[in-house]
Each structure stands twice: as C-alpha cells, then as structure tokens.
C-alpha cells in the first residue's frame, strides 16, 4: 500500500467540500497529517510496505512449508499477500524454490 493510496482513501470523499481562502487551507492540512499520523500510529489498520513484505518473505514461505500456522504467526504479512499482486507473485516464486530444494 503506497502513502498516496492511503491519502485518497483517507481524503478522497473529502474533494467536495468547500475551502476558505483565508487560513482554512491550512487547517485543513494539519487536520489531515492528524489523521495520516494517527492512522499510522495504529499499526493494526495500516499494511505493511512491499519492501518491509520482501524483507521478511523467504522466512513466511519457508513457513508456510513447514505446514506453520503462518497466518497466525505473521498476519499483517498474510494480509499484504491477499491485497498486494507483486508479492503474492514473488511469494510463489519463493514457495516453488523451497518447495523444489525439500
Ligand atoms: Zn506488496
């Protein structure tokens, strides 16, 4: 999940509503990096990057093939996986060399 996705999920339904020339654009920014860092503060809303997926990859799917509860143990990895293409992808990758070298 990139920043710029979480910025239009998070203020996306926001674009009707009207601005004040005079300082209210400015609150309104603050408003929002509120909202941004709150969000990311709360690690349970917020999934993991690619590069922070990638890093930890070859040990889920060495997991995984150790017939590990990976969802259990790694859940927020297990989420990336069902929502991110280009890991799931690399994961199968991952999977077939451990798979093929047991
Ligand atoms: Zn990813």
Do not use: W
């Amino acid at each position: 999940m990139k920043i710029k996705q979480i910025f239009q999920r998070l203020f996306g339904s926001n674009k009707g509503k009207p601005i004040s020339p005079q300082g209210g654009m400015q609150a309104d920014k603050s408003e929002m990096m509120q909202k941004v860092l709150t969000m990311l503060s709360n690690t349970q809303d917020v999934e993991m990057t690619c590069d922070e997926v990638f890093a930890v990859l070859d040990q889920f799917a060495e997991l995984a093939a150790q017939g590990e509860d990976v969802t259990q143990l790694m859940p927020l990895i297990q989420q990336h996986l069902d929502l991110c293409e280009d890991c799931r992808e690399e994961y199968k990758v991952l999977e077939k060399i451990i798979l093929n070298t047991a």
